[in-house]
DNA sequence: TACATATGATCAT
DNA sequence: TGATCCTATGTAA
């Protein structure tokens, strides 16, 4: 699940859920136990998400820094007790009422300020994150100008736009009918705005629904989203084959950026965008 | 029970 | 380009 929308969900939960408290921190797994002994009992001051990475501000400055990684993924509950964390469980923490375990992150470590500098450096504007819409666009425009790869490729580069995934760069070229393969820095000034337009979009529906829903209801003939089956939520991804919900052309795949690419070859033809 | 697979990213070659 | 790390889930056997 982790794209941005699920990590700023994530935050908003749990920010909900802990923030302003008196946090005990252990680590059932073992891996992270130094740094859950060093914040345990300190207040847990703020949750700031950028992208897909995740900064908690303790009291005392320390900074965690959190990345789920393709497995990673968080627990939250509420009851009391909660049930036991599972032997993998990297990190516990537990609240006044509530209880948050986290398991398989690619990274839980602590920094510094000026680690989370370097880190939020390497990072392209985030549509999730708050700030002026307009100077994140103007940011995203200057790095596709910069890149000669493929608009497929530079939508995974988190440099480039931070927070899209191998789900949503596959719906968000679908939504706007531009050709993956053409090289970002070819995009017009109209495509690349409908492009950072439908994905903020996409992401914040997501982050509302908990879930990736890219598709127009009418074309797959429901009438509200609770209609949708499974398996109708997307138009691209993972489609191999399967007939394009707009024109029934076969869904194509193929390798970008070490990752599988689909797309629609009628609705996204070849040079779209450009 | 075993295996394949996944919404990520980095590092070595 | 390939190897590697991390965990849970769904499907096959």
Request: charged letters at 25%.
């Amino acid at each position: 699940m982790p794209e941005g929308h699920t990590i700023h969900r994530h935050a908003r939960k749990q920010t909900e859920a802990l923030v302003g408290q008196a946090v005990r921190t252990t680590s059932p797994q073992g891996r992270f136990a130094e740094g859950a002994r060093r914040l345990d009992g300190r207040v847990l001051q703020a949750i700031d998400p950028h992208g897909k990475h995740l900064f908690y501000r303790w009291e005392g400055g320390d900074i965690l820094h959190v990345h789920l990684g393709l497995f990673g993924k968080y627990k939250l509950f509420r009851t009391d007790p909660p049930p036991p964390p599972t032997e993998n469980t990297r990190l516990a923490m537990h609240g006044d009422d509530a209880t948050i375990y986290l398991a398989g992150p690619t990274i839980c470590e602590l920094i510094d300020p000026s680690e989370e500098d370097d880190i939020r450096s390497r990072l392209g504007p985030d549509p999730l994150a708050n700030g002026s819409r307009s100077k994140k666009f103007a940011a995203f425009q200057a790095n596709l100008a910069r890149r000669r790869s493929p608009i497929g490729a530079a939508l995974l580069d988190q440099k480039v736009i931070a927070g899209i995934g191998n789900v949503y760069r596959a719906e968000a070229l679908f939504r706007t009918g531009i050709d993956p393969h053409l090289p970002a820095n070819r995009l017009t000034p109209d495509a690349a705005e409908r492009l950072f337009a439908e994905s903020s979009r996409l992401l914040k529906q997501g982050e509302k629904a908990g879930r990736i829903i890219t598709v127009d209801l009418h074309d797959v003939g429901a009438r509200r989203r609770s209609d949708l089956r499974r398996g109708e939520r997307l138009y691209a991804y993972g489609r191999t084959g399967e007939p394009c919900r707009r024109c029934r052309t076969p869904i194509s795949t193929g390798e970008m950026a070490n990752r599988t690419m689909w797309w629609c070859s009628s609705c996204q033809p070849e040079g779209a965008g450009a």
